[in-house]
């Protein structure tokens, strides 16, 4: 089945194989990808005072380069994501396989939920532990 509005959300820090296969799933679902990333001081206050690596911009023009996206908004709280939500109305919502048993902000504003495999091996964090591990060691 072919839908026409899809949605995903998240951080999107330092894209990785990883993102790039979940967004690449997600556009085959529809004829409009629309991605929505968490602004840099929503970030601080999930992730730590370290992140996000790339900023707000960085990020929203690495995520429109992507040929299977076709709209990137920001947004800073539950509410704001919400509101995008209930706005665009996506006829599907793609995330990861990892957020199969945890709560999905706006959950209640979505027609249908497809959670993609996550590719374990791929991770923001393990990427900036490994540098972390890199750098501090040499």
């Given at each position: 089945?072919k839908y026409?509005?899809?949605?995903?959300?998240?951080?999107?820090?330092?894209?990785?194989?990883?993102?790039?296969?979940?967004?690449?799933?997600?556009?085959?679902?529809?004829?409009?990808?629309?991605?929505?990333?968490?602004?840099?001081?929503?970030?601080?206050?999930?992730?730590?005072?370290?992140?996000?690596?790339?900023?707000?911009?960085?990020?929203?023009?690495?995520?429109?380069?992507?040929?299977?996206?076709?709209?990137?908004?920001?947004?800073?709280?539950?509410?704001?994501?919400?509101?995008?939500?209930?706005?665009?109305?996506?006829?599907?919502?793609?995330?990861?396989?990892?957020?199969?048993?945890?709560?999905?902000?706006?959950?209640?504003?979505?027609?249908?939920?497809?959670?993609?495999?996550?590719?374990?091996k791929f991770?923001?964090?393990?990427?900036?532990?490994?540098?972390?591990?890199?750098?501090?060691?040499?």
């Amino acid at each position: 089945m072919k839908y026409t509005k899809v949605f995903v959300n998240g951080t999107f820090d330092i894209l990785h194989y990883g993102h790039f296969r979940l967004l690449e799933a997600a556009a085959e679902l529809g004829d409009k990808l629309y991605v929505a990333i968490d602004t840099d001081e929503r970030i601080k206050e999930k992730k730590g005072e370290h992140r996000p690596f790339h900023n707000i911009m960085e990020r929203k023009e690495m995520l429109e380069s992507i040929k299977w996206v076709d709209n990137v908004f920001a947004f800073s709280s539950d509410s704001e994501l919400i509101t995008l939500i209930r706005a665009i109305d996506p006829d599907v919502y793609v995330i990861g396989s990892d957020y199969k048993d945890k709560p999905i902000v706006g959950s209640e504003y979505l027609r249908n939920i497809v959670f993609i495999p996550r590719i374990e091996k791929f991770s923001t964090t393990k990427i900036m532990n490994y540098e972390l591990q890199t750098t501090t060691s040499i």
